[in-house]
C-alpha cells in the first residue's frame, strides 16, 4: 500500500471511530466501510437545497448512500430530476423523475430499493446533462480534497459524466456531512475529486478553484473494472470509436 493510500486508510478508520464515540453515527451501523450516515444529515439536506445551485439545478446527480438520501427526496419534491448511480455501478445511473413517480411514493423512490422500483435504468446516450453532483464523503478538508470510503466510484462517475460531456469542469460538486467529518487537510491523488462546497448541519463551506480530473483516467482502469461495470466498457469503445 502506498503512503497516500496509508494516510487515507488511516483518516477513514479515524472519523468513522469519531463518529460512533461521540454517538453522531445513525443507522446502518457500523459506519466502518460506508459512506457514513448522521445525526442532522436531513438539516444539512435542507440546507443545501437552500443554495442558488440546488434551486436553478434541473438535474442532480446524488450518490445512493444512506445520508444522502433527504437530499434525493429533498430533490423529487422541488421536481428535479435525479440521477442516482447504481451500487458500484454495475448497472449504470438510474433516472428518477418526479413527473413519473406519484408523490405519496417519493420517499420509498429516495431509497436504492426504491430507486430500481420507481426509476428508470439509462443507457450511456441517454444520460442527461448534470446541473449538481452531491457526493457523499467519509471526510473532506476545507480547500475541497475529499475521502469516499475508498472504492473509487464517485471519481468514476465523474469521470463518466465528464468524458460524455453530461458536466464541465465548472458543474457544481457539493458534499453534505456532519462537521466531525471536516478535518485540516487531506491527500490527493491525480484522479480525486475535489469538492465545490461542503454542507455541514450548522454551515456551509464553498471552496475556490477546487481540482477535478479532465475524465477517466484510463491507465487506472483494469479489466475486472470492465468486466464488473458494463458502462465503462461501453464508454471506452465510444471514446476509441471518436479517435
Known sequence: MSDIKEEKHRIRQRIWRLLEERGVACFPLPVTGRIPNFQGAEVAAERLAQLAEFSRARV?????????????????????????????????????????????????????????????????????????????????????ARLGKGGGYSELEYGILRSLERIHADTPVATTVHDLQIVDELPQEPHDVAVDIIVTPSRVLRVANARKPPGILWERVTQEMLEQMPILKELRECVGKRL
Open 60 to 144: 442532480v446527480k446524488v450518490n445512493p448512500d444512506s445520508p444522502q438520501k433527504p437530499v434525493r427526496l429533498r430533490a423529487l419534491l422541488l421536481s428535479k430530476k435525479v440521477i442516482m448511480p447504481s451500487p458500484r455501478l454495475r448497472r449504470g445511473f438510474i433516472l428518477l423523475d418526479p413527473a413519473c413517480i406519484p408523490r405519496y411514493a417519493y420517499p420509498a423512490a429516495a431509497t436504492i430499493r426504491g430507486a430500481f422500483r420507481y426509476g428508470r435504468e439509462l443507457s450511456i446516450d441517454e444520460i442527461p446533462h448534470v446541473d449538481l453532483i452531491v457526493v457523499g464523503s467519509v471526510a473532506v478538508a476545507p480547500n475541497g
